[in-house]
Nanobody
Framework: VQLQASGGGLVQAGDSLRLSCEAS????????MTWFRQAPGKQREFVAA????????YYADSVKGRFTISRDHAERMLYLQMNGLEPEDTAVYYC????????????????????WGQGTLVTVSS
């Protein structure tokens, strides 16, 4: 099973980007799929998650109202639509699949994820 993230780039403040994450191998139908990010010199932080089966979504306060997480019907693709980007959003963005059985209150803990994509860099200039 592999996760492949893509879609990062250099944009200006206020612009939009859509990140994609393709899952090869078996689909993650019984899991949460999540986006994390890591800015230079900072710890990896939770951005958004989606429960694949129910499509229930969770967001960090810092991105709520600007970012939207979604997945395709075949459960092979995960997306992060990012609008109103700010310089503070500059980071490497990672997609990840949570361990089966995780509870929603643990979604922000990177240790609860057993599959990770390689990361895609988003740079937002002011």
């Amino acid at each position: 099973v592999q996760l492949q993230a893509s879609g990062g780039g250099l944009v200006q403040a206020g612009d939009s980007l859509r990140l994609s994450c393709e899952a090869s191998g078996r689909p993650f139908s019984n899991r949460y799929m999540t986006w994390f990010r890591q800015a230079p010199g900072k710890q990896r932080e939770f951005v958004a998650a989606i429960e694949v089966r129910t499509r229930r979504k969770y967001y960090a306060d810092s991105v709520k109202g600007r970012f939207t997480i979604s997945r395709d019907h075949a459960e092979r693709m995960l997306y992060l639509q990012m609008n109103g980007l700010e310089p503070e959003d500059t980071a490497v963005y990672y997609c990840a699949a949570a361990r089966p059985g995780i509870i929603s209150s643990s979604l922000s803990y990177a240790t609860e994820y057993d599959y990770w994509g390689q990361g895609t860099l988003v740079t937002v200039s002011s």
